[in-house]
């Protein structure tokens, strides 16, 4: 088939001609050697794509573009943190990865094996994720604001072999040690990693353990002039790992293959990103996220771009500081969540004005949904489009978005925007599995076989995998995203929101079951309930409610407030500060059904002001009275 020329003939030709389309995108990568069939569904819903094909992720998005611009910018690391900002070439970044590669192979890593990175945004991150790449070890990056056992449970799962991690970050201009939780963490898994490799940057102190913690400087000083070649691996082995939440406590690892993720990303950069090779993409998310992973590590270096690595915050030095950078590289792509326009938003507007944007072709926003007050502040200011993308952890790069590589579809405020070519997406009712008609609210759903990109499986957790995302909606095996969605009559889908208990900070998944175990864990709490709550600028925000033990505790306003606290601490230090609520209301009972559900959605309706709903089934209605009185009385306060 010829290639498309609107959206929509693109989009038919990639569910129509599935293998054409694949093969077409295929191009765009490096095959050492060439896949004998882009797609085996033999075993549905599990997809293996560029079957038999020989590739490298690191080899294409470094060595590939060493003939061409060897000496253009690959990595600029900007920390506004520590005032450190430099620039390293496509040959700096190779040899610093095959340094790491070599550091990596004389502490026993090879193919296959897991390392799991603990780290904050500095490059040595980029050159481990890379070094895995390089030699097929499977990485695991778990975001540097979860704590000690957030940290456990995915050494557990994950079993690496060697962590990666660092004396610490830095924050608002506040040293974060990383060490401290990194130790606790080991102590608490069952796993033990056999070495940790330790970045040492004298932000704080870090104890080693003999035998067990290596320090990465002298190590990196042995293998200076290292040359380690590229493992050329099967298009389906795995490249990493990331965990995310869910309804349960325990995180899933969503598991990637390589080939497949090489084309995926090569075919965004092309059709959606359009960005071309010298230019500098910036993606202010952070490594520990899939943002992070697709579009600040593999896809910008994937396009022969620079990509920018930043630490810092929006607002640190000033508001203006995301449009300084923007100036000074001259960025044509920048991706952002919406929490961090309205933080800007909040502050001067004159910050956007004070810089030379022009060099931006579009401003890219993912995570969670964009509301039309931000996203038409954000337009008018930049001048640009500004394109929302809908997508998740588990599917690596866009559902729903514009893809102006394609054809210039102007965006619809309040919507991500269409179906992407690969994702056969349709709104399905909850409770029939049957499509609903426009204008009505459906799951979001994809018929399989997802796209190249997607998640191969759960690491280790195959039938998790089926029941998890596949056996949800009645009648059907499709893929469920776990959101309401909407469409209009040009196709234009909006997102309303999850159908499960998961919830949204600031473009930061989290699982209400995972706090709430966490908060369980205190002595004095018997049971408890997390809701996330619509907030202005994070988007949603946890709360908690929490129904204490018989005990002593819990009698006065004193003792409730520090209660409060202790249970606040207790979540910081277990699971991040990420995943803090931003209250903890005791109360005496939660509302439940007759068979023990807690009514959640009541709960999070009468938090933000709204009816909770048919309320026949609950057993105790007097504490939906207390939860409005503790609710309301914080809102005042
Ligand atoms: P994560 O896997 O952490 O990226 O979270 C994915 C979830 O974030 C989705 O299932 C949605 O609930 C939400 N999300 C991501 N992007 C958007 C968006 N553009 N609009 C609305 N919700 C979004």
Redesign the pocket.
């Known amino acids: 088939m010829e290639p498309a020329t609107t959206l929509r003939e693109f989009h038919q030709w990639s569910i129509t001609d599935r293998d054409g389309f694949w093969r077409e995108q295929a191009k765009l990568i490096y095959w050492h050697k060439p896949f004998k069939q882009v797609l085996d569904y033999s075993h549905p819903p599990f997809t293996r794509w560029f079957v038999g094909g020989e590739t490298n992720l690191c080899y294409n998005a470094i060595d590939r573009h060493l003939d061409t611009q060897a000496d253009k910018p690959a990595l600029i690391f900007v920390s506004t943190e520590t005032g450190v900002e430099r620039t390293y070439s496509f040959r700096q970044l190779h040899q610093e990865v095959m340094r790491m590669a070599a550091i990596f192979q004389q502490l026993g890593v090879g193919r296959g094996d897991r390392v799991l990175l603990y780290m904050p945004m500095i490059p040595e991150a980029v050159f481990a994720m890379y070094a895995c790449a390089r030699i097929g070890a499977i990485h695991s990056v778990v975001f540097g604001g979860f704590a000690s056992h957030s940290l456990a449970s995915r050494i557990d799962d994950a079993g690496p072999k060697l962590i990666v991690s660092a004396d610490g970050g830095m924050r608002g201009g506040r040293v974060i040690p990383y060490k401290p939780a990194l130790d606790e963490a080991i102590e608490l898994s069952s796993h033990k990693p056999t070495h940790c490799l330790l970045i040492d940057r004298g932000l704080a102190p870090m104890a080693r353990t003999q035998g067990r913690d290596v320090d990465y400087e002298p190590l990196r000083q042995k293998h200076f002039g290292a040359s380690v070649p590229v493992t050329w691996l099967e298009s389906n082995e795995v490249s990493y790992t990331l965990y995310?939440s869910g309804t349960t406590g325990k995180p899933k690892g969503v598991q990637r293959d390589v080939g497949g993720y090489a084309v995926a990303l090569a075919a965004s950069m092309k059709h959606i990103y359009c960005g071309n090779a010298g230019e500098t993409y910036f993606s202010s998310s952070d490594i520990g996220?899939?943002?992070g992973h697709s579009y600040i590590i593999y896809g910008p270096l994937l396009a022969g771009m620079a990509t920018i690595l930043f630490e810092g915050t929006p607002i640190c030095p000033d508001a203006g500081i995301l449009w300084r950078l923007v100036e000074k590289y001259r960025v044509t792509v920048m991706f952002s969540a919406p929490t961090a326009i309205r933080v800007l938003k909040k502050q001067d507007a004159g910050w956007l004005k004070k810089y030379d944007t022009s060099s931006l072709r579009a401003l890219f926003?993912?995570?969670?949904?964009?509301d039309e007050p931000t996203a038409r502040w954000i337009t008018e200011g930049l001048g640009r489009p500004v394109i929302?993308?809908?997508?998740?952890?588990?599917t690596g790069w866009p559902i729903?978005t514009v893809a102006h590589g394609v054809e210039k579809t102007p965006p619809r405020l309040g919507s991500?925007g269409m179906p992407m070519y690969g994702y056969d997406v349709r709104l399905l009712d909850l409770e029939t599995g049957e499509e609903v008609g426009p204008n009505q609210k459906g799951v979001v759903a994809i018929v399989p076989p997802l796209p190249p990109g997607c998640l191969q499986t759960v690491w280790r957790d195959d039938k998790r995998f089926v029941s998890t995302y596949f056996s949800t909606l009645p009648g059907k095996q499709v893929y469920s995203?776990?959101?309401w969605g909407i469409r209009d009559s040009d196709g234009y889908t909006f997102?309303l929101?999850?159908t499960d208990d998961?919830i949204?900070v600031a473009?930061?998944?989290l699982g209400t079951r995972e706090i709430e175990e966490s908060i369980t864990s205190h002595p004095a709490v018997a049971d408890c309930a997390v809701v996330g709550v619509s907030d202005p600028i994070k988007g949603q925000v946890a709360m908690a409610f929490a129904v204490l033990r018989d005990t002593k505790r819990g009698q006065s306003a004193e003792d409730r407030a520090l209660l409060e606290k202790e249970i606040m601490t207790l979540v910081d230090k277990q699971l991040g500060a990420v995943a803090r609520p931003t209250r903890v209301h005791i109360i005496d009972g939660l509302p439940k059904t007759r068979s023990g559900k807690v009514l959640r959605r009541s709960i999070q309706a009468i938090c933000e002001g709204r009816d909770p709903g048919d309320l026949t089934t609950i057993e105790d209605p007097g504490v939906l009275e207390q939860i409005r009185k503790a609710t309301a009385i914080s809102i005042a306060a």
């Open positions: 995310t996220w899939v943002v926003l993912a995570g969670e949904p964009l929302d993308n809908y997508w998740q952890t588990e729903l991500p995203t776990f959101d997102i929101g999850r998961v949204n473009g930061h998944r």
